[in-house]
């Protein structure tokens, strides 16, 4: 496969937007609504591991794998093969009418994966939204109660009950209201901002969810081991592992949303493994099908069971080419030691972002975990975050596709293929430090 697609490097050979790309940008604009943005104004064409290329031949080293998903990079082989196998025997019949195998053995894979020895059940859907609202749904059915809590600076989807699950409203649900009741935004652990060890911040959530929620009404609290659109906010130790225990000693549900950090991203399985935390329920998506739609639920047998027959479901949830390219991501979770291969990343770019951050000073902090890392932007003489899409723009302009990310959009995200080389990583990060120029 890789010989008929575009070199391993970086090219830029057009002005960005190149022609070609500038006259499908006009096209979008008559039938495409303004409401869906394109961050790097670039129709692509094609992509391999890290490196994607678009209309007008233009390389770039992709350090967003379209938000995290593209994990195992861009048209893995073992995807491709798997996916081109199940398309031409079986695309749909619908799990809930009658079942397939493939969608089994993801379950099973998810079993043997997520963090956990008891005995566990996984359901499958179309997107990491659709997985929150699911698993809030049986959270709630579980324990009979009302409220659902979150953190702030955390993020969970676009439809009307993860955008109100969402910290920010802009731009998610400015405007698109009235959004769901019975939600509580705690506050989290937030280390440069709070400086609050684990164990104090853990007091701080929990006096909150008893004082303003009412332990009796809550029933899940729903967090991410590592916030995604929040800026990649890592929490201090044993503030996880401490909510779990409160969550379990007053019979509320605990909910990993790994929907950004799971699937080998940060150099565990899942990101909650870094802080010994074990979730009763865990959400996938993003990475889980090398590309394809497909998102799950996956938790302790007892809560998932709670609901009843037909209780959950949905037309094209687990559809079966998904459900085979993750059995694809999913096995070479051992057999290419993803989890290596994220550590690998990380002992590379984490020194590269150092090493950045000792020559501009306006950034904070480098965090982060295998190929899960940012970087935060602060003024240093005034304490206030420094916003980072010029140079993300700037960035773009040279051949590299870096997010931003952060309440106050002020973090650059690492999220490269498992894929990328070392090379690609030095190349892309001597960009991204011309395009400081940019601020
Ligand atoms: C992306 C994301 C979601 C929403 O997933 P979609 O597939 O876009 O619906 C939920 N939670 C987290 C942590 C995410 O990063």
């Known amino acids: 496969m890789t010989d008929v697609l575009a070199p391993q490097s970086r090219s830029v050979t057009t002005p960005i937007p190149g022609p070609r790309s500038q006259e499908l940008l006009a096209r979008k604009a008559k039938v495409v609504p303004q409401g869906v943005p394109n961050q790097l104004p670039v129709f692509i064409a094609e992509a391999h591991d890290a490196i994607i290329t678009d209309v007008d031949g233009n390389r770039f080293i992709d350090l967003g794998c379209g938000i995290g998903v593209t994990t195992v990079g ?119 901002r709070d400086g609050l060890d684990g164990a104090a911040a853990a007091k701080r959530t929990i006096w909150y969810l008893e004082k303003h929620v009412g332990v009796e009404d809550l029933a899940c609290l729903v967090v991410e081991p590592i916030q995604g659109e929040g800026g990649f906010i890592v929490p201090a130790d044993g503030y996880l592992p401490a909510m779990q225990e409160w969550c379990t000693a007053n019979g509320v549900v605990m909910i990993a949303d790994e929907v950004q950090s799971g699937v080998c991203r ?28 497909l998102a799950g639920v996956t938790g302790r047998a007892d809560i998932m069971d709670a609901v009843h027959t037909g209780g959950i479901g949905g037309t094209f949830g687990g559809n079966p080419v998904s459900c085979a390219a993750a059995v694809a991501v ?17 002992t590379v770019l984490r020194p590269l972002l150092e090493e950045l951050a000792a020559k501009h000073d306006v950034i904070a902090e ?60 030095r190349d892309a990060v001597g960009v991204i430090d011309e395009a400081f120029a940019a601020l």
């Open 330 to 346: 999913l096995e070479q979770v051992a057999s290419s030691d993803l989890n290596g291969k994220a550590q690998r990343i990380e």
């Open 74 to 192: 861009h048209t893995n082989d073992a995807v491709v093969a798997a996916v081109q196998e199940q398309v031409a025997r079986l695309t749909h019949s619908l799990f809930g009418t009658t079942p397939y195998e493939s969608y089994v053995r993801v379950a099973e894979l998810l079993a043997e994966l997520t963090p956990g020895d008891f005995e566990k059940r996984s359901f499958f859907v179309n997107s990491g939204s659709e997985a929150v609202e699911n698993g809030v749904k049986i959270a709630r059915r579980f324990t009979r109660r009302r409220a659902v809590a979150v953190l702030e600076h955390g993020y969970h989807g676009r439809t009307n009950l993860t955008m109100t699950m969402n910290f920010k409203p802009a731009p998610y649900a400015s405007g698109m209201g009235p959004l769901a009741s019975d939600i509580f935004h705690a506050p989290g652990s937030y280390p440069l």
């Open 266 to 293: 940060t150099g565990r399985t899942f990101a909650s493994e870094h802080f010994g935390w074990v979730p009763d329920l865990v959400l996938s998506a993003k990475g889980i099908a090398g590309g394809l739609p």
């Open 366 to 425: 480098v965090r982060g975990h295998g190929a899960m890392l940012a970087i935060e932007l602060v003024d240093p003489a005034t304490g206030d975050p420094v916003p980072t899409a010029p140079i993300s723009r700037a960035a773009g302009e040279q051949g590299v596709l870096v997010l931003t990310a952060g309440t106050d959009y002020n973090v650059l995200r690492f999220l490269p293929s498992l894929a990328i080389t070392d090379e690609q990583l």
